[in-house]
């Protein structure tokens, strides 16, 4: 008789036999250089990264690791925004190459590293489009993702993009007119590529829906024993989902999905708990569905691992009447969605743009030195 031991169904087991792919939502060299990255990929089911201005501010200001690039650099006199260049696109290289054989395994859909644009260009459509050209040349791996705003400057830059071959994360989405926009941006991009001859095949892209903060804002303006509190995050993240599966049914879709085209996956962004009183795997339990990327920043993938279920059932598709009667119940209660996520947006955009000018206030002080 076998006394062999059979493995413990683990958190990251059960979402990942859900369809969730689990992306972090960080980045940094050490976590490169001491095999953590490494670690996670293999004990817990990682398929990708994610990264932003505010993870690379932390990083780079965060010990020594860059210290010998930095002084390189400084040598060789380049300008502080060639710097951070090169250092945060040698990050995402190697990260890269650390989920390439996720990115074999997974025919391309998943092992992603996500580097975003100077998010001061979020307003500026041709300098976002010259960036993403720029950084997609530079990382040079096809498991590459550039993120791009979605602001309405940025619509235009995702469809070129896209339509040069280019796989494409959009980020900062708040609101479900701007994702339709997205998703018809991403479309129509194919659309471009595959009268212009491109293997459609090869370009994938991701809709980065963010979450806990349109909660932040919204249980703000509702009265502290109101039941909607905690509520508009996953019904706007449904009824972003039931448009997707609206997109999949579609003849546009399935015109270009005969020619190779891949559904543009919603992917839940800022999934970390700002209220202390809701449980922290909240925006993991309540977004379980597949075809979906859920990012999760360190302190929740901890979460996860310590008292995450090990079994998972659906908990989206067939909540979407449901998440209209939520949405009806916040216009009644006062709550503007459409004003909620127009200033999430201008938060989001002015948020990344400090964290960058932070970064390149570090990377400045220590060429200096």
Not at 27 to 43: Q, T, V
């Amino acid at each position: 008789m076998s006394t062999a031991t059979i493995p413990t169904a683990t958190a990251f087991d059960a979402l990942s036999q859900a369809g969730v792919s689990l992306w972090l939502d960080d980045l940094s060299r050490d976590r490169l250089e001491s095999g953590s990255l490494a670690h996670d990929i293999e004990a817990r089911d990682l398929a990708g990264v994610t990264t932003n201005p505010s993870i690379f501010a932390a990083s780079v200001s965060d010990g020594d690791a860059y210290d010998a690039q930095i002084a390189d650099l400084a040598t060789r006199k380049v300008s502080v925004e060639e710097a951070v260049r090169m250092i945060t696109t040698a990050d995402v290289r190697s990260a890269c190459d650390a989920f390439a054989l996720v990115h074999h395994a997974t025919r391309g859909q998943d092992g992603r590293v996500s580097l975003e644009v100077d998010p001061r260009l979020a307003r500026d459509t041709d300098a976002t489009i010259a960036e993403a050209r720029q950084l997609w040349w530079l990382v040079d791996r096809p498991n590459l993702m550039i993120k791009i705003p979605a602001t309405v400057e940025g619509l235009p830059a995702i469809r070129k993009a896209i339509s040069e071959g280019i796989s494409v994360n959009v980020t900062l989405i708040f609101s479900l007119e701007r994702y339709r926009q997205v998703v018809d941006a991403y479309l129509s991009g194919l659309e471009d590529a595959l009268a212009a001859g491109r293997d459609i095949a090869s370009i994938r892209s991701v809709a980065s829906f963010f979450i806990s903060r349109v909660d932040a804002e919204v249980d703000g303006r509702l009265a502290a024993d109101s039941p909607l509190r905690g509520k508009a995050a996953v019904a706007n993240a449904a009824l972003a989902l039931e448009h997707h599966h609206e997109v999949l049914d579609s003849d546009r879709f399935r015109a270009l999905a005969e020619h190779g085209a891949h559904p543009q996956r919603p992917l839940w962004a800022s999934t970390s708990t700002k209220d202390p009183s809701y449980p922290d795997t909240k925006y993991v339990d309540e977004l379980v569905t597949a075809g979906v990327v859920n990012t999760l920043p360190q302190k929740t993938l901890d979460a996860l691992e310590d008292h995450g279920e090990s079994t998972r059932d659906d908990t989206m598709v067939g909540t979407f009447q449901e998440a209209r009667s939520v949405m009806s119940g916040l216009a009644q209660a006062g709550v503007d969605m459409a004003e909620v996520t127009d200033l999430l947006e201008r938060q989001g955009v002015d948020k990344f743009a400090d964290a960058w000018e932070e970064l390149l206030s570090h990377v400045e002080g220590a060429m200096s030195r």
